[in-house]
């Protein structure tokens, strides 16, 4: 139990395009998802939270018009990184946090996803 | 500013032998520690936990251990094996139970066991 499929595991796009990212808890809502981004050798940097139907919460230093989240339902959130630059090349990893039927606890990982802007 | 730090950026061992990790904190506030094991290209997996009000807390060959004194917390994995190797991630929250409670990440510890 407790999957969540992250999709596309790997991408590459021309600078100036868009990209999106879907996370999908597949056996449990989640009533919470969490964005994070990390960089080569680098720790895990969570960039936003999102709570399902509303405005997600952005990170200090994180622009929410530039990556743009949704958490449209209660098993998918998406993660859209806009006019996508150079820089904005990294893995982004989504966990999904909710309970199971049964009232216990989760807190998943995504496998990530491997953005190449070129 | 690093709430949660790891200082080892690297640890090679022999397996077989006892690795020991490493973990700093900064925030009195948090409640939860965890510890989360990731291979390249793949997400974290949840390795064990322990919550503020413990000290000790043991799964397997996996030990946690929190000095709250000492704003410290380390992960023992005895006896090491081939398979252990990864980055090694401890994490923090505030908070007790529940699952939405953010995660903070420390910086990783490449661990490299050598058969």
């Known amino acids: 139990g407790a999957v969540v499929s992250q999709h596309p595991s790997r991408v590459i796009c021309k600078s100036g395009t868009s990209v999106k990212i879907e996370c999908r808890s597949l056996?449990?809502?989640?009533?919470?998802m969490f964005w994070y981004r990390q960089f080569p050798k680098k720790s895990l940097m969570l960039m936003a939270t999102s709570n399902e139907g509303s405005k997600a919460t952005y990170e200090q230093g994180v622009e929410k018009d530039k990556f743009l989240i949704n958490h449209a339902s209660l098993t998918l959130s998406t993660l859209t990184v806009t006019s996508a630059h150079p820089e904005d090349s990294s893995f982004y990893i989504c966990s999904a946090a909710g309970t199971f039927s049964s009232g216990a606890n989760v807190l998943t990982f995504g496998a990530g996803s491997r953005l190449t802007v070129l | 500013d690093q709430q949660v730090k790891q200082n080892s950026p690297s640890l090679s061992v022999q397996e077989g032998r006892i690795s020991i990790l490493n973990c700093d904190y900064t925030?009195?506030?948090?409640?939860?520690f965890l510890w989360y094991k990731k291979y390249p290209a793949e997400g974290p997996t949840f390795l064990i936990s322990?919550?503020?009000?413990?000290d000790k807390n043991e799964d397997g060959r996996f030990t946690v251990f929190l000095n709250k004194s000492a704003k410290h917390l380390s992960l023992h994995i005895v006896p090491s094996q081939p398979g252990d190797s990864a980055v090694y991630f401890c994490?923090?929250?505030?908070?007790?139970?529940?699952?939405?409670?953010?995660?903070?990440f420390g910086t990783g510890t490449l661990l490299a066991v050598q058969p």
């Open positions: 925030n009195s506030m948090f409640d939860y």
């Open positions: 322990i919550s503020s009000i413990k």
């Open positions: 056996d449990f809502q989640a009533t919470t």
């Open positions: 994490a923090a929250k505030r908070g007790y139970g529940g699952a939405t409670n953010k995660l903070i």
